[in-house]
């Protein structure tokens, strides 16, 4: 009978402690979750390793090992976010200026000629800042998740030869033939025909301001493949290429918003539509791979 006190007394003794430890150990684990500042590195200790608590404490770390990771790329993304707005900004202030200066020669000036030409120097430069203004509206529209695209069956031949035509005085000026292979002049595919004529466009528009050579474009089965000679390969980064805001080396001077391919990756995203980039010597080649119908869509 003693013996048997004696146990439980132990018993009870044990409890209390283990008790006592795990109440402890949480209090502990507690006031460092609230002491912790967001993104630190600081880790979950534990002083009694029991099999509870120590599995507790690993799947704390766990989750602040994410919490961690989450924070270092939402700053990552704050900082370009921020680099971009800048880069945008001085984008835009640079005509601005340039179209400021102009009417102020033009309040200066008597002479009508030299009049004429300032208002036509100053409406150039608006131009070019409401181009810029106009990309930025196109890529905030294209980038918004709330905006679903309606999918339909939509054949891409006539869209692109129109864009081409609509592009001829830009590439006979430059003495540019652009060639269309299609093995299938007659191939729908899964899209929006106001998003893909907007992706032809930036394509062309593409082709034309870095290019210095005629573009092809190659059909084959549900993949597009938009060919042209750059001057300089090497300065292309074919990783970032459909970035917001990127340019490639000297693509500033252009006039260009860097926002023309983003709005590209983002409309053939929303057509469930795949877009590479790669070089291939000295051509520079962006590949779209449409995505292939269910069997609920039609293809009138």
Known sequence: MEVLVVACVLGAFVLAFVVVSYERELRSIASFLGKRERGSNQRVTVEYPTHGVTGVARAINAYLDEERCRCIAEDERRSAFQQDLASLSHDIRTPLAGAQGYLQLYAREQDPRKRERYVAEAEERLSVMRALVDQLFEYTKAADPTHALELSSVQPYPLLAETLAGAYPDFAERGWSPRICFDDEDIA????????????????????????????????????????????????????????????????AGGASGLGLAIVAHLCEAMGARVDASVEGSDLCISIDFAPFSSEEGRS
């Open 189 to 252: 595919v899964r899209g929006n025909e106001e998003a893909l004529r907007r992706v032809f466009s930036n394509l062309t528009v593409n082709a034309l301001r870095y290019g210095c050579g005629a573009p092809e474009v190659v059909q084959r089965g549900r993949r597009l493949e938009f060919r042209n000679p750059v001057a300089d390969p090497a300065s292309i980064d074919t990783n970032r290429m459909f970035a917001r805001f990127y340019r490639a080396d000297g693509a500033r």
